[in-house]
């Protein structure tokens, strides 16, 4: 699945139609606080990715692959240089040229139309849609747009069959999900569950709280994905199932917080996240964040203004971030 829960075969399907050349770009920026599952993945399977990458770009016959990383993971950068030298020398890639890119630190960019505008070299800043990335995306030609964990799964899913990736699952899901879990569990980590556990199934598998705290709320989806009470702990977390609480899964960061955590504190601190990371293109959010901020340093909350700012940001701001 894509980000947003989009099926990758109609993604492939999609962008065939379109008159070539094709491109491919992978959004291996992972800027969502809390998220670090790519990291994870890059670190200890890289070759898993890359065979994905390739099956992906043999499939919508892309005649070029870029690989957009997050600055901040030197690591992961030097392993996809010297291991995708070894798939070209190894004649794995003779289908399609693969370029590595250095992100350059923007939240923005993890948005798949600011990727492509740093991609090309220009500042990371959304585009309007449509035209959709399928239709005119990097340097102008069609551009199938993955995250790198959907590449990741590429392989596994043809070796044992789509069955295999389908049956599993949990309270009505379908699927394997990978979930990065960390704030106050015992034991912070990346989680590889069938699709749908509740929070409570993640804090178990991280060994529980950490000694001296109790469970009070979690995010579900790091930053982006809003905030929910421990009263709300039997959601089965996955696409489509977080919405009605005004919440969403996104790249399945889960943060764990306690008794020990001002919601307040909480809240205020991710829309200072916000206010740095806008990237100014459009008023509602470049203003709004710091307004919002203003708003939410008062001791007293003006709730009624709050959400009439968050109305005018949702529905006037260029992107959903």
Partial sequence: LGGAGFPTGLKWDFL???????LMAINGDEGEPGTFKDRHYLESRPHQFIEGMLIGA???????????????????IEILKRELEKAKANGLANHTQ????????????????????????????PRQKPPYPTQIGLFGRPTLIHNLETCFWVPSILSKGADWFAK???????????????????NPQ????????TIKDLIEACGGMAE????KAYLPGGASGGILPASLDDIPLDFGTLEEYGCLIGSAAVVVLSDQDSMRD????????????????CTPCRNGTEKAVALMKQSEWDLDLIADLSTVMRDASICGL
């Fill in 190 to 197: 990346v989680l590889l569950m069938p699709a749908g556990p």
């Fill in 266 to 281: 909480v809240a205020l601190n991710l829309m200072q996240f916000f206010k740095f990371e806008s990237c100014g293109q």
């Fill in 58 to 76: 043999w499939a919508a016959e892309a005649e070029a692959v870029y690989i957009y990383i997050r600055d901040e993971y030197p690591a992961v």
């Fill in 212 to 215: 001296g705290h109790t469970f």
């Fill in 16 to 22: 065939r139609r379109e008159q070539g050349p094709r």
């Fill in 98 to 125: 693969l370029v590595l890119r250095r992100a350059a630190g923007a939240y923005i960019c993890g948005e798949e139309s600011a990727m492509l505008e740093s991609l090309e070299g220009k500042r990371g800043i």
């Fill in 168 to 186: 599993a699952g949990m309270n009505g899901r379908s699927g394997w999900r990978s979930f990065s879990v960390s704030g106050h569990v015992k």
